[in-house]
């Protein structure tokens, strides 16, 4: 009994040490790849990062709006995302070379998978990051019309668009990541008719109030100017 | 590199021509028809009295006009060819003109105009308005003397005006100009101007002509260069202005024109201004600036109204670029009624300290951080109204005096803004 | 080379103004005389001239340098006799040199025994020669000219207690036209030269010869009728004489002067001049192409007679305020270089001895449509001396060499008529002939030049003129046209080197060969001909269609 379980134990010792014998080497590897890998990552970073500083990609940013938007969005310049984004993908992908050294199955065919969808993934959150950011800067520049102009509810106004672009937004990027496409295409239908809905119907109620100043103003207006001098800002 | 082909060819042809000037006069256009023969025969007469031997030219730019405008200042020239002039002159004086594509807002014209001067030699220049119709003819003596006689770079002008006339001048750019960078300059940003040649070719040679960033609001960009430049600014009055109609609309426009490019240029002037302490006057040929006292019917109470639903619908916006006391003030004053309503000057001063500092560290898109000054501006307008209502000359001219003295005591608060972010 | 038998020479005629007594002294007592000229008629032939045109030589009390004659049947010892001047005109014909005499019809010195005659009582026969009133308030309307000596055009005679008109000097007495015995007189005088073989005569200051109240007493319907009287005796009597009107007025008041061409041959374009002068100084052609598309026609036998500088002051009687004070400032800063309303200086030191503006000024004055006059001593630069008074600075001996008296006289130095030049700039060891000979660049070699190739067409004296306004206002250009003959002038009046596009379409395919050099230009296209000139640069093409 106790030979047994010795044997039995050295048995499983033996098996655990050959095992472990037969996947040191492939470890040592993996962690030599993804060491290799982060070196080779990062002189990679390294030489992106000075290259984008010498041709100005920042300026190149600046210019095309990129990099207000990134401001906006509290993440680092235009240089720095690029070359983090290259050293991520380029250390991930020794890693993974590293994985699939070791040989585990299944492992490396959800890895596969994962590294299919992640440009999905990747192109779902930049237009979701650039939609939101466009949403609250065009519900913006609305209010501040609105407000500047004098019409009358600019809060309802802003918010109608910027529900209306945060819609249409989610909508591509639903369709992006393909999750549910029937089910997001038949939401995005109704709540985009709800919406409408709504806005027509805080116009119509909305209207009466402001079609009769536009005719006031249209009208009346001779008889106000008379009464009143402009004011010249200069 | 910068695009330095915006000259035609045949501007190009029409410059040599010209050749070397010792006066040259800008004349932007833009469908002005009706008053540019007056104005080009005003020009006429101001050379002919105060310049007869001088070389001089009128260099028309226009933005494609559709009325004819070009057609008409080139047909006023006095030459050898069309001796039709009743004006005895001793020399040829030309009137060219050229075109550009583009809004009126781009600064190409205000380009072309000192480009040719470069190219001419100019020793003095002038920029004129085709708007400024009761100009006279000796808005160019006194625009072109202190240049051309005295060695100043820039003349600006002071007027006689309306004491609620040009609100946004002597509420926000004079005070902060004068605060800033320490020269009380009344009009930074007018129509007509007189400068060196000096002045103008070192401001054509910066950088920013390319990239648009040099368009707008490029008089007060030049203004300031001058003064940033340690060039020799005075004032010079010229008579009476000519109230401009303005629609409330006209406001954000002109705010981006103005308070847009000051704040822009607060962030490549820090290094002087932040140097500066105090104001000093420049010097100034004829009276300082008059004011008219005519009573003026203005709607105070809307101005109010649009004040109280900016800081109400604004608040969100206002959360990001003012710091909460002075939010809370704003919130305050705003629920006052008719009668207590008050924008007090410090309130005003920290407010637009705020805003530039907050432009500058771009919380928001910086374009909006502008069009949100405009409710403020407005209820800031009603208070200044209320105040001056019955105030004589000298009192409107002491209240704009405390409201200089409140931006230079407050100047330390913007640099403390200004610090904190680097 | 004798005479040519044209009756219209006076087209063709480059004319040298000199005074006898300014030119070479022959007997060396100081003052050049009529033999001392004959010695000089081939230097003036090898300049290309061919008309002189003798300032005074009448006997005179010289107080208006001549002007002031007291007998004009006879030449003024000084310069010699009747018989050198004889001898003189013999010498010149024989050249081909025409002579121009001067007749000076309105007035006479006070010392002419009409005057004596006429001043000695209220009813001596002459007494009606002159103009006499009893007070001096008639033709209150009369303009003064010699603004800096005179007061008024009336003057007080003691002897006949009574008051005599001038124009001029007051000791120069206007002849009284109104009478037919001194019409009659003066044209019995003009008939003695006529007859001598005298080939034309400067008639001074013709605009005055007729008084009328009510009037400025100038340019009146009544002297016109004389002046016509005049010609017509001259056409009936003689063949290829020439009258030249001293004239200075507007063009369009000149204009009479030549009648329907039975008045004047020839008159002075004054205010052309100064405004040569001023376009230089401004760069600008206006004032030259205002003036003369102010310019009236003239008959075709009549023609212009132009020049830079003269005898007398640059007069800017013809000139606005404006245009004056900018003249004064530009071209006589000191007062002292100003007379009555002009400028005594010479053409090289008005021109600051530039010797670029000096010869575009002279080739303007070749081109332009009338008949050059060059004043004695400018063909070499000479200089002036303001120091001298009225208008004697520009009256000095003429500057033959370096040597003694410049080679004017073999007299004392004292002993000259007038100092000589002498300072370093303009002074005869620096400035005279005989050094200018020797140097291929001199101005005198290149006077030679530009008269031999003015010379060589017709067009400068007899063509059209047709201004080119090509839209640099520097460039003066202009077409001399004469039947096939056409000459395109081009000037730049700039300091600056310049380029200039002439619109020369209408001569598509013409050849335009510079004249100095004969040289080929491209040929004349659609394009607007493109030309640069250097600084005061200016060309003369002959445009040739081959």
Redesign the interface.
Same mark, same amino acid.
């Given at each position: 009994m106790r030979e047994m379980i010795i044997s039995e134990l050295t048995q499983a010792l033996h098996d655990l040490a050959r095992g472990f014998a037969h996947y040191l080497p492939r470890l040592i590897v993996m962690l030599i790849l993804a060491f290799v890998g982060w070196v080779i990552a990062y002189v990679v970073k390294v030489v992106l990062r000075s290259i984008l500083t010498v041709i100005k990609f920042d300026k190149l940013s600046e210019?095309a709006g990129a990099s207000?938007l990134l401001?906006?969005a509290a993440l680092p310049p235009a240089t720095e995302m690029l070359s983090r984004f290259v050293f991520w993908v380029t250390w991930l992908g020794f890693i993974m070379l590293g994985v699939s050294v070791l040989g585990i199955l299944g492992l490396q065919e959800q890895i596969a998978r994962f590294f299919l969808f992640l440009p999905h993934l990747f192109v779902a959150m930049l237009i979701l990051f650039f939609g939101l950011l466009a949403a609250s800067?065009f519900s913006?520049?609305a209010? +501040?019309?609105?407000?500047?102009?004098?019409v009358p509810s600019?809060?309802v106004l802003s918010l109608a668009v910027r529900s209306i672009i945060i819609v249409f937004i989610l909508s591509i990027v639903f369709e992006e990541l393909g999750l549910a496409e029937q089910t997001m295409l038949v939401a995005f239908g109704i709540a985009f008719g709800a919406l409408m809905l709504g806005l027509a119907i805080a116009f119509g109620i909305g209207g009466r109030d402001l079609a009769q100043r536009f005719l006031e103003k249209k009208f009346v207006r001779r008889k106000k100017e008379e009464?009143?001098?402009? +004011?010249?800002? +200069? | 590199m910068e695009d330095e082909t915006f000259l035609t060819d045949d501007f190009l042809r029409q410059l040599i021509n010209v050749g070397e000037v010792d006066i040259l006069v800008g004349l932007p256009t833009r469908n002005n028809a009706k008053t540019i023969g007056s104005i080009v025969h005003t020009i006429q007469s101001g050379i002919l009295g105060g310049f007869p031997r001088e070389r001089a030219v009128i260099i028309n730019v226009d933005g494609g006009s559709r009325d004819g405008t070009p057609e008409l200042v080139t047909g006023i020239s006095i030459d050898d060819v069309r001796p039709a002039s009743n004006l005895h002159a001793l020399r040829t004086l030309h009137s060219i003109s050229t075109n550009y594509a583009g809004s009126p807002e781009s600064g190409v014209a205000f380009r072309t105009i000192l480009a040719a001067a470069e190219l001419l030699r100019a020793k003095a220049c002038i920029v004129m308005s085709p708007e400024s119709v009761n100009s006279e003819s000796d808005w160019l003596s006194k625009l072109l003397r202190p240049i051309y006689r005295d060695g100043f770079d820039l003349v600006t002008p002071t007027y006689r005006r309306h004491k609620f006339d040009g609100l946004l001048m002597t509420n926000l750019l004079y005070p902060m100009i004068r605060a800033l960078y320490g020269v009380r300059i009344r009009e930074a940003f007018t129509p007509e101007f007189g400068f060196s040649n000096r002045l103008g070719s070192q401001f054509l040679g910066q950088n920013g002509w390319a990239d648009g960033t040099g368009g707008s609001g490029v008089e007060l960009r030049f203004t300031l260069a001058a003064i940033t430049g340690g060039y020799r600014v005075c004032q010079s009055f010229l008579g009476k202005k000519d109230h401009v109609e303005r629609r409330a609309a006209d406001l954000v426009p002109t705010l981006r024109q103005t308070v847009g490019v000051l704040f822009s240029a607060l962030e490549s002037d820090f290094s002087v201004w932040s140097k500066v302490v105090g104001s000093q006057p420049v010097p100034t040929t004829g009276s300082d600036q008059e004011l008219l006292l005519d009573p003026m019917r203005v709607n105070r109470k809307r101005l109010r109204q649009m004040f109280s639903t900016g800081v109400a619908e604004l608040q969100s916006v206002f959360q990001s670029i003012l710091s909460p006391p002075t939010l809370e003030g704003l919130q305050r004053i705003a629920a006052l009624g008719e009668e207590e309503f008050h924008y007090s000057a410090e309130l005003w001063v920290r407010t637009v300290y705020e805003f530039a500092a907050s432009y500058q560290k771009s919380v928001i898109s910086r374009d909006h951080i502008i069009q949100a000054i405009a409710p403020l501006f407005r209820g800031r307008v009603c208070t200044f109204l209320g105040e001056n209502r019955n105030a004589s000359a000298n009192d409107v001219e002491t209240n704009i005096e405390g409201l200089c003295l409140e931006f230079e005591r407050l100047k330390p608060y913007l640099l403390q803004m200004w610090k904190s972010r680097e | 080379m004798p005479l040519n038998k044209d009756a219209l020479w006076y087209k063709d005629a480059i004319i040298y103004q000199v005074h006898v007594r300014t030119f070479y002294d022959s007997n060396g007592d100081g003052i050049g005389d009529f033999q001392g000229l004959e010695q000089k008629l081939d230097y003036l032939q090898e300049l290309g001239i061919n008309a002189i045109w003798l300032m005074p030589f009448f006997p005179s009390p010289l107080r208006d340098d001549g002007y002031d004659i007291a007998d004009y049947n006879a030449v003024h010892s000084s310069y010699g006799t009747l018989e050198d001047f004889r001898k003189l005109l013999e010498s010149a014909h024989e050249r081909g040199i025409r002579v121009i005499i001067e007749m000076v019809l309105n007035h006479t010195s006070d010392q002419h025994p009409w005057f004596q005659q006429s001043r000695s009582s209220q009813n001596n026969p002459y007494r009606d020669w002159y103009v006499w009133s009893d007070t001096d308030t008639r033709y209150k309307g009369t303009r003064i000219i010699f603004l800096d000596t005179e007061t008024s055009n009336w003057a007080w005679d003691p002897t006949s207690k009574s008051f005599y008109w001038h124009r001029f000097f007051s000791h120069q007495p206007d002849l009284n036209y109104d009478n037919p015995a001194v019409r009659e007189q003066m044209w019995n005088v003009m008939t003695f030269w006529l007859e001598m073989g005298v080939d034309a005569f400067r008639l001074d200051a013709v605009p005055y010869l007729v008084e009328r109240e009510g009037t400025n007493c100038e340019n009146l319907p009544e002297t016109h009728t004389i002046l016509k009287d005049l010609r017509r005796k001259l056409d009936e009597q003689f063949t290829g004489r020439m009258l030249l009107a001293e004239a200075n007025q507007w063009p369009a008041d000149l204009r009479p002067y030549f009648g329907d061409g039975d008045e004047f041959h020839m008159a002075f374009h004054f205010p052309l001049m100064p405004r040569m002068f001023m376009g230089l100084k401004l760069e600008d052609r206006k004032p030259i192409t205002e003036i003369l598309q102010q310019t009236p026609e003239i008959p075709p036998s009549c023609q212009w007679s132009l020049f830079l500088r003269n005898h007398d002051e640059l007069t800017l009687e013809m000139v606005t305020d404006m245009e004056r004070d900018y003249m004064y400032d530009m071209y006589a800063e000191s007062k002292t270089m100003r007379l009555n309303l002009g400028i005594r200086r010479r053409l090289a030191s008005l021109l600051n001895n530039d010797r670029r503006r000096i010869e575009l000024m002279n080739g303007m004055l070749m081109s332009l449509p009338g008949t050059p006059i060059i004043y004695y001593g400018d063909e070499i630069g000479m200089g002036d001396n303001i120091l001298l008074g009225d208008r004697n600075g520009v009256r000095t001996p003429m500057q033959w060499s370096g040597g003694w008296n410049s080679g004017f006289s073999n007299a004392e130095t004292e002993r000259l008529y007038a100092p000589l030049i002498q300072d370093p700039v303009y002074g005869y060891p620096a400035v005279n002939v005989l050094a200018q000979r020797e140097s291929e660049h001199s101005l005198l070699r290149w006077m030679q030049r530009i008269i031999t190739v003015r010379r060589s067409t017709g067009a400068f004296g007899r063509g059209s003129i047709e201004f080119l306004y090509p839209a640099n206002h520097r460039i003066l250009a202009y077409l001399r046209k004469l039947g096939k003959d056409v000459v395109l002038v081009v000037n730049n009046l700039s300091s600056t080197a310049q380029a200039v596009e002439l619109d020369l379409r209408r001569y598509k395919g013409n050849i335009p060969i510079e004249m100095f050099g004969n040289n080929m230009f491209p040929r004349v296209g659609d394009l607007p001909y493109l030309l640069t000139m250097g600084p005061y640069q200016f060309y003369w093409f002959r445009l040739r269609r081959i």
């Open positions: 210019n207000q401001n906006k800067f913006r520049a209010l +501040l019309a609105a407000v500047n102009a004098n600019p809060r009464n009143e001098d402009e +004011l010249s800002p +200069l | - | -």
